[in-house]
C-alpha cells in the first residue's frame, strides 16, 4: 500500500472515489489487487532509490558568533550558545525516539567549535552507538566560507575597516583580505559533500554543517541559476536536517527533505 491510498479510494479513472470503504478492500472486508498510479502525475510517489548514497546535513545549534554578531572563523567561533544546547538536546531526543539514524556509518563535522560541539551531542544518537560508529570526523572543506582578515571581527567593525562586498553583483569578490568568494566557497562546499558520497557508496552518512554549506548544495545540485540564488534565498534553521540521496549510475542529486525542525525549538 502506498502512502496516497492510506488516505484516498480511487476510482478506474484515477479520481477520488466516493464509496467509504476501507483503503484497499473492496467494501466487504476483501483484499484488492493495488493499482498502479505512477502515471498519474501529481500522485506519483518516488520510491527510495537502490544502490543510492543518503547524506544527512544537520545545521549547527544557534552559535554565540550568531548572538554576538562576531564573524565565526576558527579564531571568532566560541560554540553553541544555551538556546543552540537545548536545540541539540531537543534534536537529539527525537533522533533517539525516531531512530531515523542509526542506520549511519560516520558522522562528520567542520573544524569549527560550533559544528564539533553539535556533532559531538549528537553522536550518541547517531548510528548504532558511539563505540561502534568512532570518533567524529572533522574536515575543514565543511566549514563556513572562510572569512580571512575578518575573523573574529563585529559586523560592524567589518563594514567600517574592509567594507562587504556586493555579491549580488559580483560573486567573486573575496569577503575579506585572505577570505573566500561566494562563488569560490559554493564550489568548495558543494565538492565537499559530493565527496562524502564518493566515499561511503551506499552508504548513510552525517555531518554536522553550517547554513552556508546546505545553501551551496541546493545551489549546486539543484542547478540553480546565478540570478536566482542571491544570498538569503533560502533560510535554513538552526538543528535542522536537509537530507540528499546520491543515484550514482546517474550522477544525480535527489533532495528528499529540507529544513526538517520537527521537535526542535526556533531561535
Known amino acids: 500500500m502506498n502512502l496516497l491510498g492510506r488516505f484516498f479510494k480511487f476510482s478506474e479513472q484515477g479520481g477520488e472515489g466516493q464509496g467509504t470503504a476501507a483503503p484497499g478492500t473492496d467494501g466487504a472486508g476483501t483484499i484488492t489487487r493495488e493499482r498502479d498510479l505512477s502515471h498519474a502525475g501529481v500522485l506519483r510517489v518516488f520510491l527510495p532509490v537502490t544502490g543510492s548514497t543518503r547524506i544527512v546535513l544537520i545545521r549547527h545549534g544557534q552559535a ?8 565565526g572563523g576558527v579564531k571568532g567561533c566560541t560554540g553553541l550558545s544555551p538556546m543552540g544546547r537545548r536545540q541539540v538536546a531537543d534534536l537529539a531526543d527525537r533522533l533517539f525516539e ?3 539514524l542509526r542506520d549511519a556509518t560516520t558522522l562528520y563535522s567542520s573544524v569549527l567549535p560550533r559544528a564539533v560541539e553539535t556533532a559531538e551531542r549528537l553522536r550518541p544518537v547517531v548510528g548504532p552507538g558511539p563505540s561502534a560508529l568512532g570518533p567524529v570526523v572533522q574536515e575543514c572543506d565543511l566549514c ?10 563585529s559586523w560592524d567593525e567589518v563594514v567600517e575597516r574592509l567594507g562587504v562586498p556586493d555579491w549580488d553583483r559580483d560573486p567573486s569578490v573575496p569577503i575579506a583580505p585572505g577570505g573566500e568568494s561566494w562563488s569560490s566557497f559554493i564550489v568548495r562546499a558543494s565538492d565537499a559533500v559530493r565527496a ?3 566515499r561511503h557508496p551506499g552508504e548513510l552518512v552525517v555531518a554536522a554543517v553550517h547554513a552556508g554549506v546546505i545553501e551551496a548544495t541546493m545551489i549546486s ?9 542571491r544570498r538569503g ?6 538543528a535542522s536536517i536537509t ?9 544525480r542529486w535527489i533532495l528528499m527533505r529540507f529544513n526538517d525542525v520537527c521537535g526542535v525549538p526556533l531561535s
Open 196 to 198: 562524502l558520497a564518493r
Open 98 to 100: 525516531s531512530g531515523e
Open 64 to 71: 554565540e558568533c550568531n548572538i554576538n554578531r562576531v564573524v
Open 221 to 229: 545540485f539543484l542547478g540553480v541559476p546565478p540570478e536566482t540564488y
Open 233 to 238: 534565498w533560502v533560510h535554513i534553521a538552526h
Open 243 to 251: 537530507e540528499w540521496a546520491w543515484v550514482p549510475d546517474e550522477d
Open 144 to 153: 563556513e566560507l572562510h572569512p580571512g582578515e575578518s575573523d573574529g571581527m
